[in-house]
């Protein structure tokens, strides 16, 4: 039997394809928004569940944005969003997640209405959650009594004098069991793609986050070795190993080539390797072609023996026996299943 290569990029640069895989049931995911409310927290967290949506041949999670006394509300932005439907028409036993969107300007005050209804969805088993400063009317509703919760820096002392049962976290985002929260805009991103996590998986909150962060870093690379190439921990050699890589996909270079250009020995490269990304050089460079080929399967229409030669194979079926391997699909069975599933 051919062994079977071990993934450090099976889940990057692709829409998320499990054809086989069962979908976990439907979540119906809630947004409160309070008047002039960060745009760019919400945005972050909804990016999260629509794309988890689009990388998935069936819906995932159900967004509702909800307000209360008007068909829209006004963000921090100046700009008013429509909402399907009050907090008071909100169904909290039709619901899964209930996610308070603070901001900058939003009020840390008490709404009676709001408490009430906070507490029916904690008595149902909602999901509870707030972004920015959100959490704080959890808090005041004693619904985070006993949890941690993360906090803008702006408010934390507030909340530690107010709230002394609650654990007022210094981290950017917390889930602690049914509550969820995040210190500010730029984390609604991070904490929702934890929830994903939970409930799918890290492959596929990996495969997400590869669509979605890209471009957190100074200079955009290929998001096939995103997570690899943007450590800035990694010894010079081993970087300058992987540019070589990247750049000579159609015509691989040998490991001892690579060592050579980059002043090392082989051995001291393949040490490199299995020490900072637990893989040979080779694995890593073969993984490396394969996700490229995928990649052209996905956006070209070049034929598969086109893909295979723009990759490095000399033989087509090596390249079919390659891709199989760590795909667990025929190239032409994923071109196939990916155009099927792509809106």
């Given at each position: 039997m051919?062994?079977?290569?071990?993934s450090l990029l099976k889940n990057k640069n692709r829409a998320y394809i499990e054809p086989d895989v069962p979908?976990?049931?439907?979540k119906r995911v809630a947004f409160f928004l309070l008047e002039h409310f960060s745009m760019m927290?919400?945005?972050?967290?909804?990016?999260a569940l629509v794309t988890a949506n689009l990388m998935r041949p069936?819906?995932?999670?159900?967004?509702?944005?909800?307000g209360t006394g008007g068909e829209t509300v006004l963000s921090d932005l100046s700009i008013d969003i429509p909402v399907n439907c009050q907090l008071s028409q909100l169904d909290e036993h039709e619901l899964d997640m209930l996610i308070l969107c603070g901001g900058y300007r939003v009020k840390p005050r008490a709404d009676p209405a709001m408490r009430a209804k906070l507490?029916?969805?904690?008595?149902?088993?909602?999901?509870?959650?707030?972004l920015w400063n959100g959490a704080y009317f959890l808090a005041e509703a004693g619904l985070l009594d006993g949890y941690e919760c993360a906090f803008h820096p702006d408010g934390r002392a507030m909340m530690r004098e107010d709230f002394p049962e609650v654990r007022i976290s210094n981290?950017?985002?917390?889930?602690?069991?049914?509550?969820?929260?995040?210190?500010?805009?730029?984390?609604?991103?991070?904490?929702?793609?934890?929830?994903?996590?939970?409930?799918?998986?890290?492959?596929?909150?990996?495969?997400?986050?590869?669509?979605?962060s890209c471009d957190k870093m100074t200079e955009v690379i290929d998001v096939s070795v995103l997570s690899v190439d943007n450590n800035p921990t990694l010894p010079q050699p081993l970087k300058s190993a992987l540019e070589l890589m990247h750049s000579n996909i159609d015509e691989p270079l040998s490991i001892s080539e690579i060592a050579h250009c980059v002043g090392i020995s082989r051995r001291q490269l393949e040490r490199l390797f299995c020490l900072h990304l637990d893989a040979s050089p080779s694995r890593y460079y073969l993984e490396l072609r394969l996700t490229y080929a995928r990649q052209l399967l996905q956006q070209t229409n070049k034929p598969i023996a086109e893909v295979a030669v723009a990759t490095g194979f000399v033989s087509i079926s090596h390249f079919r026996r390659c891709f199989q391997q760590l795909f667990d699909v025929s190239p032409g069975r994923f071109r196939k299943d990916f155009y099927h599933q792509t809106p």
């Open positions: 051919a062994p079977r290569f071990e979908l976990p049931q439907v927290a919400l945005t972050g967290a909804v990016d069936a819906m995932l999670y159900k967004v509702l944005i909800v507490k029916t969805a904690s008595n149902a088993g909602v999901m509870l959650g707030g981290h950017s985002y917390v889930l602690d069991r049914n509550r969820i929260s995040c210190a500010g805009a730029s984390s609604s991103l991070d904490m929702m793609l934890a929830v994903v996590r939970n409930d799918c998986g890290k492959p596929f909150a990996n495969a997400i986050e590869e669509v979605l």
